[in-house]
Structure formats: structure tokens, C-alpha cells
């Protein structure tokens, strides 16, 4: 919720051409306890100085010569591009007042100034506009979490299925290759029955900033679950590429770790699939590098598969 605090901490603009109405006006934001407030008497720097600044509120003045308030609004549309202009308009001029909210004001202060209305209004348009900017944050927050793994940080199953999309529709209209390697950790549950699962999380955040830093930037590292990862490299030159960049991802992750003053070893098993060679399609690709991934498992673990053949029948990813 929004507070006093942040509203008296809220940054305003003060446009006027009238030097004394500045004045006025600064005075009475600072008696009530307003601390950020930048003004000028040029409209002409108005739309510069909210885009450096991304001011919570501006009080525009609507007849200034010139350069008038309608054409201010008209210049601060093209930065705010979600439509909201956080203006409160200042008018001596009735009829301009409709025009105002026409043209993007949120509300007016009509002159001359009724003290204690124009506080009213500054302040409940400041609530309203923090506000406003407070439900934005939460809602990239909350789209950021619907699409990455919140112990990690990496990208979740769902985004990673959209990277993968990608990756395989630049391939294919490219026609050149890219690969899905599926990553298992070997012996992760010894780590998590004999130092915690603390020990456990840690290791897998430092495993995760490992992989990051062992693949290209435009490859997708993500995390399905558990000890579970998944690598989706964007576009190889050869086919060929891939065994490097996965014999590169084992060492990385079989190097000691450091946590809780216990060094810790652990090793990996990874399962690899290429386009289009072991599919075509997200499912179906995925589905190929589970399956080599098995195999690794099965046949003494840190070492890596690549994908025999495309999967017969697909029963789903694992």
C-alpha cells in the first residue's frame, strides 16, 4: 500500500511561464512537506526533463506562449507510451478544462489557485498514480515469476519450451542446426541426506551459475525441477559442435564446490539431442535427449549420449 512518506517523497514537475505562480506553488508543496520538486518557466524542456527524470506528477500550465499545454501533452504521449500522461493541468480558461482531460490530463487546478483544493487534488493524484506504478511492478514480478525457476533464477519449463520454439524455427528457416542437452546430477541426493537441503539449494544455484557461464549468451539455460537442467543452443556451425560444448559442461560442473566450509564434489549426466536429426518439433527433440540422457545414466554416469534415433512413440517428457 501507499503511505504518506511516499507520497510527500513522490518527484513533481512545476510548469508555469509565470514566475510568481512557480513560486506560489513550490511554497505550498514544501509547507506540506513535498521534498522532490524541480520546476521551470520554458515548456520547451518539459518533455526532456521527463524523460530523464519519469516525474510522478506534472503541473502543467495550459496557456504559456509559445508553447502551449496542449502541445506539452502532445510531446509527453510519445514517452509515455502506455497512455498515461501523470499531468494535472493548470487553467485560468473554464472551457480548456474538458479539453484537458481530452487531451490526457488527468485532472485540473483551475486559477486563480483555491489552496486547499489544489492539495487535495495534488495529493490524491500522486496516490493514484503511485499506485498505478505499484501494480506495474507487482505485475512484472509476477509474470517474471510465472516464467523462471525461483530458487535459481533460471528460465522455467514454460520458457524454455517458448526459447525452444524459437531456436528450432530459426534452424529450420535457416536450415542449419541446434541441439537440447538434458542434464542430470549425479549422486544429488547424497548431497541433500548429508549436509541438508540448504547445502542442496546452494549447490544448485552455483551449478546454475555455472552452466550460465559455460555456454554461449544466446543458449538458454533453464532449470525443469530437482536436479534437473536443460541447455538450448541457439545454432551450431556443425554437428559436431555440440560434442565440445557438452564435454565443456561436464567439466564445469564436476569441478569442487565450496559450501558450508565442506568442499563437495559432484558430477553430471547428460542426454543430447539435435535438430533435426533426432526431431523436429519441441516435444519430440526433448523426448530424444531424455532418452541419451538414460543411457548416460545407465552406463557409468558423468560422461554424456547423444540421441541414437528419434523417439517412435511419444508418450510425453520426462
Not at 486563480?112 to 512484472?140: C, D, G, T, W
Amino acid at each position: 500500500m501507499i503511505n504518506a512518506d511516499d507520497i510527500l517523497d513522490a518527484s513533481i514537475l512545476l510548469v508555469d511561464d509565470q514566475e510568481a505562480n512557480v513560486q506560489l506553488l513550490e511554497q505550498m508543496l514544501h509547507e506540506i512537506g513535498y521534498q522532490c520538486i524541480t520546476s521551470t518557466t520554458d515548456p520547451h524542456t518539459v518533455c526532456a526533463l521527463h524523460r530523464e527524470n519519469r516525474y510522478d506528477l506534472i503541473l502543467l500550465d495550459l496557456q504559456m506562449p509559445g508553447m502551449d499545454g496542449f502541445r506539452v501533452m502532445e510531446g509527453l504521449k510519445e514517452i509515455e507510451t502506455d497512455g498515461y500522461l501523470p499531468v494535472l493541468a493548470i487553467t485560468a480558461q473554464p472551457d480548456h478544462k474538458l479539453r484537458a482531460l481530452t487531451s490526457g490530463a488527468k485532472d485540473f487546478i483551475a486559477k486563480p489557485f483555491e489552496l486547499m483544493e489544489a492539495k487535495v487534488r495534488i495529493h490524491n493524484m500522486l496516490e493514484v498514480r503511485l499506485l498505478y506504478k505499484q501494480l506495474e511492478h507487482y505485475s512484472h514480478a509476477l509474470e517474471s515469476l510465472a516464467l523462471h525457476d525461483t530458487l535459481t533464477g533460471l528460465p522455467n519449463r514454460r520458457l524454455l519450451f517458448d526459447r525452444l520454439a524459437l531456436s528450432i524455427a530459426h534452424a529450420r528457416r535457416n536450415r542449419c542446426t541446434m541441439a537440447v542437452m538434458y542434464l542430470d546430477l549425479d549422486g544429488f541426493k547424497q548431497v541433500n541426506d548429508t549436509l541438508g537441503h540448504d547445502a542442496g539449494d546452494t549447490l544448485l544455484r552455483m551449478v546454475a551459475d555455472r552452466l550460465v557461464a559455460a555456454v554461449r549468451q544466446e543458449d538458454t539455460v533453464a532449470r525443469m525441477g530437482g536436479d534437473e537442467f536443460v541447455i538450448a543452443l541457439w545454432e551450431l556451425s556443425h554437428a559436431d559442435d555440440v560434442v565440445k560444448l557438452v564435454s565443456k559442461v561436464i567439466r564445469t560442473v564436476s569441478q569442487p564446490y565450496s559450501i558450508q566450509g565442506r568442499v563437495v564434489r559432484i558430477t553430471a549426466s547428460v542426454g543430447v539431442g539435435i535438430y533435426p536429426t533426432h526431431g523436429e518439433e519441441v516435444e519430440t527433440l526433448m523426448k530424444s535427449a531424455d532418452l541419451a540422457l538414460y543411457e548416460a545414466k545407465c552406463t557409468g554416469k558423468n560422461d554424456y549420449r547423444i540421441a541414437a534415433h528419434r523417439p517412435v512413440a511419444m508418450a510425453g517428457v520426462t
